[in-house]
């Protein structure tokens, strides 16, 4: 007979201590592949809309004036001429370390137009860039592929143009190709033109007045970045834009803080209920550990019969801790996700990783009882028979 099979002998013997120290573990085990495999998968999708949220760092030229205008109120003051940016300077934006996680670059050139009685900002833009720096434009119409200029819906609205009109400003004849719909921010005010045409228009060839930069955020250093355009474009004024990924992410970190917090109680509860049975289980045993002495088994080998009992249940406890956690937090992601159908998120890694978090517990909660068992008198244990 060996060690292994006196364990697992002593397990069918006392299932209902089995059972129970095996539901304490699968609870913690459970609990905590649940919530670590909630926020890995919320993370990540939090990572990819991130991804689409369009510009996240401007490009200004750099002016020593405030702004007077607040909450889209202007208060007035005086206007001073400011340097605009040199589009052939644009091409030292890709020279920066970190030049692979830009995924859009958006070169935009402003000025006033007058449209009959009306004046009216117009926007020189990148038709095929600004699908990506800014994801929630919807177009009635398309936008345009030579020349030609899409209006936004307050300004069609305020100048009673549609699709089937067509612009004459600066000496061009712009078809309307599209009109953005209303989108709640100061895109519906204005009038958007290619790049080149709005620079002819305007009289500001090969100059920009702003530059929308999309950068991929999922692990990329945006605060290095700004650093790095600053240096290659030390005429103009880097900002990112982070706000709403800097609140989101922060919300997620505290609730990540706290849901590991809840694992950690868990799994400590779980730890208190194999150190109290199998305390009791060594108690109980008292006679057969002193016939096992008696007969000439070592300290060294009732630990290992201990441990190896502790082993079996916490395997078996990480592996359908494992299973129970993914299949919770694909139900909370199918119920709490925005478009998630329910799936089981569950990876040989998490798997491998349940296991040893779940023998790890279950071992060190029973180093105490071993200990107890392997230190017994052999001559008081054989006395109680």
Request: net charge neutral.
């Amino acid at each position: 007979m060996t060690l292994t099979s006196i364990s697992v002998r002593n397990l069918l013997r006392r299932r209902g201590k089995a059972v129970f120290i095996l539901a304490g573990l699968v609870t913690g085990i459970a609990t905590a592949v649940g919530i670590y495999t909630f926020v890995e998968t919320v993370t990540e999708d939090i990572n990819h809309k991130m991804e689409q949220y369009g510009a996240n760092i401007l490009i200004t030229p750099r002016t020593e004036n405030l702004a007077l205008s607040y909450g889209g109120l202007s208060l007035g003051g005086v206007s001073f001429e400011m340097d605009e940016i040199r589009e052939s300077d644009l091409a030292k934006v890709h020279t920066i370390k970190n030049s692979a996680n830009i995924a859009a670059l958006g070169p935009m050139v402003l000025g006033v137009i007058s449209v009959g009685e009306r004046r009216v900002m117009l926007a020189g833009v990148d038709f095929k860039a600004s699908g990506i720096l800014k994801p929630w434009w919807h177009i009635d119409g398309v936008f345009p592929k030579t020349s030609g200029a899409v209006l936004g819906a307050e300004a069609a609205r305020v100048l009673n143009l549609s699709v089937v009109d067509s612009l004459e400003v600066g000496g061009l004849d712009l078809p309307i190709t599209g009109i953005l719909q209303p989108t709640g921010s100061q895109d519906d005010h204005l009038i958007f033109t290619g790049l080149s045409d709005a620079q002819q228009i305007l009289r500001k060839t090969g100059r920009i007045s702003m530059v929308e930069v999309a950068a991929l955020c999922k692990d990329c250093p945006v605060d290095d970045m700004v650093g790095q355009l600053g240096d290659v474009l030390p005429g103009a004024r880097v900002m990112a834009i982070q706000q709403v990924v800097k609140s989101r992410m922060e919300m997620l970190m505290q609730f990540k803080k706290f849901a590991y917090g809840v694992s950690a109680a868990l799994l400590f509860t779980g730890g208190l209920v194999v150190l109290v049975t199998m305390m009791g289980s060594v108690r109980e045993r008292t006679e057969e550990i002193g016939i096992f002495r008696a007969i000439g088994f070592r300290r060294a080998h009732i630990m290992r019969i201990i441990f190896m009992e502790a082993g079996i249940i916490s395997g078996l406890a990480g592996v359908i801790g494992s299973f129970l956690g993914a299949a919770s937090a694909g139900a909370a992601m199918a119920l709490f996700g925005d478009g998630h159908g329910w799936h089981i998120p569950l990876s040989q890694i998490t798997i491998f990783g349940a296991i040893l978090l779940s023998l790890l517990v279950g071992l060190t909660a029973s180093a105490y009882p071993a200990a107890l068992a392997s230190r017994m008198d052999p001559n008081e244990a054989l006395r109680a028979l």
